[in-house]
T-cell receptor, first 113, second 110 residues
């Protein structure tokens, strides 16, 4: 069955370190999204991609970057982790077309000390 | 922020009762979606209603949309303990992006 996976599921890092969160989908979807979820804020869009070599900034993109070298993967990089980036991160994908239901991964809980 | 709002923030009911959650959004939409999130898990899509639709049903779920008021409601009938979760509305434009609300935490007591 097609799925979307994230790794690691839990990560503890120190302020200033570079961190990369992986997202891999086997739906063959063109669209991929990264969100962060914080208490009181719901889900906020960080970056998104409509296809290979395409990346776009979302609502809260400062301090984050993504790259899309193939259809299946959209890794999220925190260039220099800050305590404010402690959060739960979700990756999602959707098909291009009439229906834009998004399929979510299980999430990565990141703690920046 | 372009986020919408769900109302109420938390709802506690007894098994068998109906649960109604409301959602408001801020910009014009192509569709409105509802998602469920169980504790510690990712979001799962429940139902989508397009901007030219007013009501949609799926099993025990009923969604309404009022584009003039920029609002939607989700009704879960005959609730079960397994319906305990957070519920999010998400407004969709023409660019595949979704703007999520802050969610309603539903607790169904056995």
């Amino acid at each position: 069955d097609a799925e979307i996976t994230q790794s690691p599921r839990h990560k503890i890092t120190e302020t200033g370190r570079q961190v990369t969160l992986a997202c891999h989908q086997t739906w063959n979807h063109n669209n991929m999204f990264w969100y962060r979820q914080d208490l009181g804020h719901g889900l906020r869009l960080i970056h998104y991609s409509y296809g290979v070599q395409d990346t776009n900034k979302g609502e809260v993109s400062d301090g984050y970057s993504v790259s899309r070298s193939n259809t299946e993967d959209l890794p999220l990089t925190l260039e220099s982790a800050a305590s404010s980036q402690t959060s739960v991160y979700f990756c999602a994908s959707s098909e291009s077309g009439q229906v834009d239901e998004q399929f979510f991964g299980p999430g990565t809980r990141l703690t920046v000390l | 922020s372009q986020q919408g709002e769900e109302d109420p923030q938390a709802l506690s009911i007894q098994e068998g009762e109906n649960a109604t959650m409301n959602c408001s959004y801020k910009t014009s939409i192509n569709n409105l979606q509802w998602y469920r999130q169980n504790s510690g898990r990712g979001l799962v899509h429940l139902i989508l209603i397009r901007s030219n639709e007013r009501e949609k049903h799926s099993g025990r779920l009923r969604v309404t949309l009022d584009t003039s008021k920029k609002s939607s409601s989700l009704l879960i009938t005959a609730s079960r303990a397994a319906d305990t979760a957070s519920y999010f509305c998400a407004s969709g434009g023409s660019n595949y992006k979704l703007t999520f609300g802050k969610g309603t935490l539903l607790t169904v007591n056995p």
